[in-house]
DNA sequence: TCAAAATCTGACCGATCGGTCAATTAGCCT
DNA sequence: AGGCTAATTGACCGATCGGTCAGATTTTGA
């Protein structure tokens, strides 16, 4: 049975990741939550607390998955690289709204410790893939593929008809895998498993 | 000698590339610019107007581009495809804070005539590279490859350190052509040309 | 020169923003 | 039943938002 404070985190996720944090007003997610606005100030004290409550989650299980996998297992040919990545992806639809407001608003939300700590953790990522390496060609690998999935997943102009989260998980799983190889592009390897094409 | 609607235009692409349109005031684009409110509201109408007239410009060149290259010559196999690709890099970067905008704050700015105008160009492009097939795949790919490029041009939390335009107008060509080539993929061919790594 | 046109500004407007607070209601424990 | 706490609310606050307007200033052109 979810509570009057689980509703406000749900209705504020989704209107957050739709009209931005700017763009949303806490008197639109009282009224989608059925509750004043008096009401969501009482269980989060700021826009800024209920905002942090959103993401919060999303980024405590980023934050496991990296403790898990560890920044030794991720050399640069490693096969540990694997199943980070497989992680990463899981960790991308799981989280796609949240991942959505970190990618596209982190930079009109500066100052905001949650997002701040966001910042912090892709930029650890980034040092997983670049290491010691660093080229430019690497640094644009990694930032199309962050950037790129999270705009895909947020189903932007460029929609996914069915929702087939299958599907969808494997062809990122192909794309990305693509991107981040060091050296050779692995794509025809696990080509096709989910829709018949 | 640059007029005073040039400086707010100038200024506003800067400031609702950084903060957003919604978390940008007049107040801000006027102070910046060395002038009052209301002069800005002399030049242009409404701050939707003055959204407008800085993206116009990006939205009128991709026209040219579009109909530049023409349907019929992209072709999934076509030679014009690598036309089209560098022109559209090359349109990415001198656009890149117009782009910025457009892809990341689109879904919030709906009902903005100039926003609209630009998801159906992103549409349009869309169905350039997609054609009959249409995979999941593909469409991820295209995805990623489009919001990527946006949202490494816009320097996030994945910082590039030298804006080094050469190397990095070379980098993202060879990682879109890999995206979005139809079948194999063409890094090895034009691997280094910018920096010496 | 001088009036017409273009440019610029401070004062002001209604609306909405995030946030506070006292008062009311609902649930719980003994 | 009765008291205690948690939950909810409407009224209200100062600040800021986009936008209007009358008037001052500058530029232009015949």
Redo the contacts with the bound molecule.
């Keep these: 049975m979810p509570t009057?404070a689980d509703d406000l985190r749900r209705v504020a996720l989704q209107e957050f990741a739709a009209a931005g944090y700017l763009g949303?007003?806490?008197?639109?997610i009282a009224d989608r939550a059925g509750?004043?606005?008096?009401?969501v100030?009482?269980?989060f004290?700021?826009?800024?607390v209920l905002l942090e409550a959103v993401l919060s989650p999303a980024l405590d299980q980023l934050d496991g998955i990296l403790g898990q996998v560890g920044l030794a297992g991720l050399q640069r040919g490693g096969q540990s690289r694997t199943e980070f990545l497989e992680r990463f992806v899981d960790f991308l639809l799981e989280h796609r709204s949240a991942v959505y407001i970190f990618v596209n608003q982190a930079t009109s939300l500066v100052d905001i410790p949650v997002v701040e700590r966001a910042n912090a953790e892709i930029e650890l990522i980034s040092r997983y893939f670049e290491e010691n390496v660093g080229s430019v060609e690497e640094k644009v690998r990694f930032g199309v593929a962050l950037g790129g999935a999270a705009y895909l997943l947020a189903g932007a102009p460029v929609s996914m008809p069915e929702p087939d989260l299958g599907a969808l998980r494997t062809a990122l799983l192909n794309v990305l895998s693509d991107l981040l190889a060091p050296s050779a592009p692995s794509r025809s390897t696990t080509r096709s498993t989910g829709t018949a094409d």
């Design positions: 009057t949303t007003s806490l008197q639109q509750v004043s606005k008096a009401t100030l009482y269980h004290t700021s826009k800024e």
